[in-house]
C-alpha cells in the first residue's frame, strides 16, 4: 500500500489539505476559499468558524480520496499575526483580525520610539498593526467589548487544536509571531504582556512544531473519516514551512514568495535581531529562527494596475510588450507601496509613486516598472538579510508571480543569483507534512528533505543585466528613502 502524508495549509486565500507521497510529489489535494471582510474602514477580519468548517471538508475530500493509501500522518501550516478572543470554552466572541488589518496604524505612528525598539529586540517581532501584540494594544485602549470579555486570545490555528483536541497549545512559530513571545528565551516576553494587557493563562503552552497533539473528538473524526491511529502534528508557521518545503534550510538558501503579498526568508542557527529593525526574526525549533521581510506588495500591485486601467484582457495579454523593454522601463521607475507596506520600511501609511512619467510611456511600460518595482523591494529587503547572514547562495522561489517567466528573470537579473522553481506551489504544505515525517520517526530530519523536491526549472542570471539593474536600483533606493518623509 502507498504511503502518504498530509499537510494542512491555512492561508489568508484559502484552506488547502495536500497528499503527498514521500518524495514531495502530490497526489490529491482539496481547497476552499476563505471570505476576507471589510466591517470598518482598515478592518480586515475573517470568520474562524467558517474556516473550521472548511478544514473539515477539505480533509474529508483528501481522506475519501486516499482511502487506498496509507495515510502517516497530517501536518499542519499556517499563516501568521491572527487574532480571535475566545471564551472559556473556546467559542469566538470575535472575528478574526488578520494580518492586513491596519486599525492600529494611529497606534503605533504615536508609540514611544523606546518602547518600539526594546519590545522589538525581544520578540524579534516589528511593532506594526499586523502584529497581535498591536492588535491587542488597540483592543485594550479602545474597550474593545470582546477583548474585556476573552478568556484566552489565540491564532487560528490554536483556534482549531482547541475545538478539534480541546489543547491550548502553540508553536515556536507561530508565538513568536504574536510578538508577544521572547525570541531567545521561548517564552511569553514580560515588557509585551504588559503593554498588551493579558495575562499568561490567557495564552496557551508554547511547544516544538514536532508536538504531536493526541485526543480528536470522535464527532470530528466521524464526520471527516480521519483514519484510525493517524497523529496530527502541530507544525509551524507557513513562512517556515514554505522555507523547508522548498528545501532552503541551510546558510546562504535564501526563499521568496510571492504571490498577493510576498517576503523572502533565510533560516538561521539560533536568534538574531536586526539592529536597524527592517526584518524579522521568528523562531523555528529551539535552535534555529528565521530571518526575513514580509512585502504587502506583490501580486496585488500588479493586479491595482491592471484594475486601474480598467484593462479586460488576460494577464498574458496585459503583460505582453513588456518583455520588449530595455531595463528599467525607459527611465520609469516604480515604488510598489499601493497597499501600505511592512519591510523595509514597516509603514502602513506609505504609498505608492510612479517615477519619471513622460508622454511616451504607454502600458507595457507601466507593467515592466511594476515588476521590477516588486522585485527592486524583495533586493532591498534581501539586502537586510545580507547584513545578517551573508550574501546568498541560492534562491528557491514559488508562489503566484513565480508563474511569470519575465517576472522571474527580472529576480535572477536584479539578484544575479540562479532561481530553482519548485515543481509544485504547495511548499508550505510539503514542509508541514515534512515535520509531521520527523515528528512521527519516519524520516531522520529537516535536513533530509532536499532529497525529496522536485524542482520545475532553473532559471540563470544574465549577469550584464544585473550590472545595469544595480545603476537602476540605486536610483530606486534613493526616491524610495527620500518619499519616506511624507508617509
Given at each position: 500500500?502507498?504511503?502518504?502524508?498530509?499537510?494542512?495549509?491555512?492561508?489568508?486565500t484559502?484552506?488547502?489539505?495536500?497528499?503527498?507521497?514521500?518524495?514531495?510529489?502530490?497526489?490529491?489535494?482539496?481547497?476552499?476559499?476563505?471570505?476576507?471582510?471589510?466591517?470598518?474602514?482598515?478592518?480586515?477580519?475573517?470568520?474562524?468558524?467558517?474556516?473550521?468548517?472548511?478544514?473539515?471538508?477539505?480533509?474529508?475530500?483528501?481522506?475519501?480520496?486516499?482511502?487506498?493509501?496509507?495515510?502517516?500522518?497530517?501536518?499542519?501550516?499556517?499563516?501568521?499575526?491572527?487574532?480571535?478572543?475566545?471564551?472559556?470554552?473556546?467559542?469566538?466572541?470575535?472575528?478574526?483580525?488578520?494580518?492586513?488589518?491596519?486599525?492600529?496604524?494611529?497606534?503605533?505612528?504615536?508609540?514611544?520610539?523606546?518602547?518600539?525598539?526594546?519590545?522589538?529586540?525581544?520578540?524579534?517581532?516589528?511593532?506594526?498593526?499586523?502584529?497581535?501584540?498591536?492588535?491587542?494594544?488597540?483592543?485594550?485602549?479602545?474597550?474593545y467589548?470582546?477583548?474585556?470579555?476573552?478568556?484566552?486570545?489565540?491564532?487560528?490555528?490554536?483556534?482549531?487544536?482547541f475545538?478539534?483536541?480541546?489543547?491550548?497549545v502553540?508553536?515556536?512559530?507561530?508565538?513568536?509571531?504574536?510578538?508577544?513571545?521572547?525570541?531567545?528565551?521561548?517564552?511569553?516576553e514580560?515588557?509585551?504582556?504588559?503593554?498588551?494587557?493579558?495575562?499568561?493563562?490567557?495564552?496557551?503552552?508554547?511547544?516544538?512544531?514536532?508536538?504531536?497533539?493526541?485526543?480528536?473528538?470522535?464527532?470530528?473524526?466521524?464526520?471527516?473519516?480521519?483514519?484510525?491511529?493517524?497523529?496530527?502534528?502541530?507544525?509551524?508557521?507557513?513562512?517556515?514551512?514554505?522555507?523547508?518545503?522548498?528545501?532552503?534550510?541551510?546558510?546562504?538558501?535564501?526563499?521568496?514568495?510571492?504571490?498577493?503579498?510576498?517576503?523572502?526568508?533565510?533560516?538561521?542557527?539560533?536568534?538574531?535581531?536586526?539592529?536597524?529593525?527592517e526584518?524579522?526574526?521568528?523562531?523555528?525549533?529551539?535552535?534555529?529562527?528565521?530571518?526575513?521581510?514580509?512585502?504587502?506588495?506583490?501580486?496585488?500591485?500588479?493586479?491595482?494596475?491592471?484594475?486601474?486601467?480598467?484593462?479586460?484582457?488576460s494577464?498574458?495579454?496585459?503583460?505582453?510588450?513588456?518583455?520588449?523593454?530595455?531595463?528599467?522601463?525607459?527611465?520609469?521607475?516604480?515604488?510598489?507601496?499601493?497597499?501600505?507596506?511592512?519591510?523595509?520600511?514597516?509603514?502602513?501609511?506609505?504609498?505608492?509613486?510612479?517615477?519619471?512619467?513622460?508622454?511616451?510611456?504607454?502600458?507595457?511600460?507601466?507593467?515592466?516598472?511594476?515588476?521590477?518595482?516588486?522585485?527592486?523591494?524583495?533586493?532591498?529587503?534581501?539586502?537586510?538579510?545580507?547584513?545578517?547572514?551573508?550574501?546568498?547562495?541560492?534562491?528557491?522561489?514559488?508562489?503566484?508571480l513565480?508563474?511569470?517567466?519575465?517576472?522571474?528573470?527580472?529576480?535572477?537579473?536584479?539578484?544575479?543569483?540562479?532561481?530553482?522553481?519548485?515543481?509544485?506551489?504547495?511548499?508550505?504544505?510539503?514542509g508541514?507534512?515534512?515535520?509531521?515525517?520527523?515528528?512521527?520517526?519516519?524520516v531522520?530530519?529537516?535536513?533530509?528533505?532536499?532529497?525529496?523536491?522536485?524542482i520545475?526549472?532553473?532559471?540563470?542570471?544574465?549577469?550584464?543585466?544585473?550590472?545595469?539593474?544595480?545603476?537602476?536600483?540605486?536610483?530606486?533606493?534613493?526616491?524610495?528613502?527620500?518619499?519616506?518623509?511624507?508617509?
Amino acid at each position: 500500500m502507498e504511503e502518504v502524508v498530509i499537510g494542512l495549509d491555512f492561508g489568508t486565500t484559502s484552506v488547502k489539505a495536500v497528499a503527498f507521497d514521500l518524495k514531495g510529489n502530490v497526489k490529491t489535494e482539496a481547497e476552499q476559499l476563505i471570505e476576507t471582510y471589510y466591517p470598518k474602514p482598515s478592518f480586515v477580519e475573517q470568520k474562524p468558524d467558517e474556516i473550521e468548517a472548511s478544514a473539515r471538508k477539505v480533509l474529508a475530500d483528501v481522506f475519501a480520496a486516499t482511502k487506498q493509501q496509507h495515510v502517516l500522518t497530517v501536518g499542519i501550516s499556517c499563516a501568521m499575526h491572527s487574532l480571535i478572543c475566545v471564551d472559556q470554552d473556546g467559542s469566538p466572541l470575535s472575528d478574526m483580525s488578520i494580518w492586513s488589518d491596519g486599525r492600529s496604524s494611529e497606534l503605533v505612528t504615536d508609540l514611544d520610539p523606546t518602547v518600539k525598539k526594546s519590545v522589538y529586540s525581544k520578540t524579534g517581532t516589528p511593532i506594526h498593526p499586523m502584529s497581535p501584540l498591536v492588535k491587542l494594544m488597540w483592543m485594550r485602549e479602545n474597550n474593545y467589548q470582546p477583548y474585556q470579555q476573552a478568556a484566552y486570545f489565540m491564532s487560528l490555528k490554536e483556534y482549531l487544536l482547541f475545538k478539534w483536541f480541546d489543547k491550548r497549545v502553540i508553536d515556536y512559530s507561530m508565538a513568536s509571531a504574536t510578538g508577544l513571545m521572547n525570541v531567545k528565551s521561548l517564552d511569553w516576553e514580560e515588557e509585551a504582556l504588559g503593554l498588551a494587557g493579558v495575562e499568561r493563562s490567557q495564552l496557551s503552552k508554547i511547544v516544538g512544531p514536532t508536538e504531536i497533539v493526541e485526543g480528536l473528538k470522535v464527532e470530528i473524526a466521524e464526520e471527516i473519516s480521519w483514519p484510525d491511529g493517524t497523529p496530527l502534528v502541530i507544525g509551524a508557521a507557513d513562512g517556515q514551512l514554505a522555507n523547508l518545503g522548498n528545501g532552503a534550510i541551510k546558510p546562504g538558501e535564501v526563499a521568496v514568495t510571492v504571490g498577493t503579498s510576498g517576503a523572502i526568508r533565510q533560516l538561521i542557527s539560533g536568534q538574531h535581531v536586526n539592529d536597524n529593525g527592517e526584518t524579522f526574526s521568528y523562531a523555528f525549533t529551539s535552535d534555529t529562527s528565521i530571518i526575513g521581510g514580509p512585502t504587502n506588495n506583490g501580486g496585488i500591485a500588479l493586479q491595482w494596475l491592471k484594475d486601474m486601467m480598467e484593462f479586460e484582457g488576460s494577464h498574458e495579454q496585459f503583460l505582453a510588450g513588456a518583455e520588449d523593454l530595455e531595463i528599467g522601463a525607459d527611465g520609469l521607475l516604480f515604488i510598489p507601496y499601493v497597499n501600505g507596506e511592512r519591510a523595509p520600511v514597516w509603514n502602513q501609511q506609505a504609498r505608492g509613486n510612479f517615477y519619471g512619467l513622460n508622454v511616451t510611456h504607454r502600458r507595457p511600460h507601466l507593467v515592466r516598472a511594476v515588476l521590477e518595482g516588486i522585485v527592486f523591494n524583495l533586493y532591498q529587503i534581501g539586502q537586510s538579510l545580507e547584513e545578517i547572514a551573508g550574501e546568498p547562495t541560492s534562491i528557491s522561489v514559488n508562489g503566484g508571480l513565480s508563474k511569470s517567466p519575465l517576472w522571474v528573470q527580472i529576480l535572477a537579473d536584479v539578484f544575479g543569483k540562479e532561481i530553482q522553481l519548485a515543481d509544485t506551489h504547495h511548499g508550505a504544505a510539503w514542509g508541514a507534512s515534512w515535520t509531521a515525517l520527523v515528528a512521527t520517526g519516519k524520516v531522520e530530519s529537516f535536513e533530509k528533505i532536499k532529497e525529496n523536491i522536485p524542482i520545475d526549472k532553473i532559471v540563470e542570471p544574465n549577469m550584464d543585466n544585473h550590472v545595469q539593474y544595480k545603476e537602476v536600483f540605486t536610483k530606486y533606493q534613493q526616491i524610495a528613502k527620500d518619499i519616506e518623509k511624507y508617509f
